[in-house]
């Protein structure tokens, strides 16, 4: 399994050993937001060998030039296998659409001149989203929580993106769940975005990497496959996405 994105840091976990060691030989990639998260970023991936990061500037978060130095610094690091988590965030900011614009734009300028991946947030910014990426073809791109229409998802992939799923679609009444079962799987990535979002049977406690056997199992019952097929194509995904120097 890889869980490829999550926030499993000091802000949010007193057990970190314990929430890390729990994955074993499975694979979490944390992503930073903010320069403190990607500082940390830095340390879990020195001090865990199943831990990967991607480090960036989140769109509510305070972004200076030396936080892009630090970024542009660390990118050569073998186990910061992306830029993110950025994008755009029109839910809690609406009044520094420019700004979050420019931001985004400069960390994908970025990515492109080193050529990473991208893990993007969007919160009812989907438009100015998917237009700006549109100039990114080459990049690849990780829709971190997908949860728009079937007509978005597939213009998504169509620009070289892949989705992110994670706990709202075991959610009972979850629409993501008719989405899902017209989209290939070799287009979707597993992730939980812990410690929020917590899949359902633990909905409503503090979510963990681990817990991503339970999105595992929905996409399976969606997809009318097996589990290990769902395992499978989500962790070669994965691995396709991010450049994991990884053998199975």
């Not at 300028?109 to 919160?123: E, F, M, Q, S």
């Not at 899949?199 to 595992?216: D, L, S």
């Amino acid at each position: 399994m890889i869980d490829t994105h999550c926030h499993v840091f000091k802000e949010y976990y007193t057990n970190i050993d314990e929430v890390i060691n729990k994955m074993d030989n499975n694979i979490v990639i944390v992503s930073g937001t903010n320069d403190q998260d990607n500082k940390e970023v830095l340390e879990l991936c020195k001090k865990y060998p199943n831990v990967y990061g991607t480090i960036g500037i989140h769109p509510t978060e305070e972004c200076s030039s030396n936080s892009l130095k630090f970024i542009e610094e660390n990118l050569n690091n073998e186990k910061i296998v992306g830029i993110g988590e950025i994008g755009l965030d029109y839910y809690w900011n609406k009044d520094n659409k420019e700004k979050q614009k420019e931001i985004f734009i400069k960390q994908l300028d970025l990515a492109r001149k080193y050529n990473k991946p991208v893990v993007i947030h969007n919160r009812e910014a989907t438009n100015d989203t998917y237009e700006i990426l549109k100039d990114y073809p080459e990049l690849k791109k990780d829709i971190h929580c997908y949860s728009g229409s079937l007509e978005m998802a597939k213009n998504f992939i169509k620009i070289n993106c892949r989705l992110g799923i994670g706990g709202v679609v075991t959610f009972k009444n979850s629409k993501l769940k008719d989405v899902l079962k017209e989209i290939d799987l070799k287009y979707l990535m597993l992730e939980t975005d812990s410690p929020f979002l917590t899949p359902e049977p633990y909905r409503g406690k503090q979510n963990e990497p681990y817990n991503i056997i339970y999105v595992a199992k929905t996409l399976s019952e969606i997809k009318g496959i097996s589990l290990e097929g769902v395992l499978k194509q989500t962790t070669l995904n994965a691995i396709d996405q991010f450049n994991l120097k990884i053998k199975l």
